[in-house]
């Protein structure tokens, strides 16, 4: 199973379970985001008994993105029991 594509609900529906939540906020424009993209969901494959692991595209979900308690420009971080991935949104060259 690959990473599951969040929108609020389903998020906050996660978080009140019994089992870790990993996230990555990613863009669709974002080539980093992209790179990260296979790997992240083999990690959801390796883990999946006992990790959720998700993916909140910051476009169509910008105000779960922009929530008071996620700093999206600081990564990664351990909020309770969500652990986030960001991916830099900078200058990609």
Request: hydrophobic share 35%; charged share 25%; with cysteine.
């Given at each position: 199973m690959s990473a599951v594509n969040m929108d609020q609900k389903l998020f906050?529906?996660?978080?009140?379970?019994?089992?870790?939540?990993l996230v990555d906020f990613?863009?669709?424009?974002?080539?980093?985001?992209?790179?990260?993209s296979a790997p992240y969901d083999r990690i959801?494959?390796?883990?999946?008994?006992?990790?959720?692991?998700g993916k909140v595209n910051v476009d169509e979900e910008a105000?779960?993105?922009q929530?008071?308690?996620f700093d999206v420009d600081i990564a990664p971080m351990n909020l309770q029991n969500v652990f986030v991935a960001l991916c830099?949104?900078?200058?990609?060259g």
């Open positions: 906050t529906g996660l978080l009140a379970g019994d089992r870790p939540v990613w863009a669709p424009w974002c080539g980093y985001c992209r790179r990260i959801a494959e390796e883990h999946q008994d006992h990790l959720v692991v105000q779960l993105a929530a008071e308690q830099g949104h900078g200058d990609e």
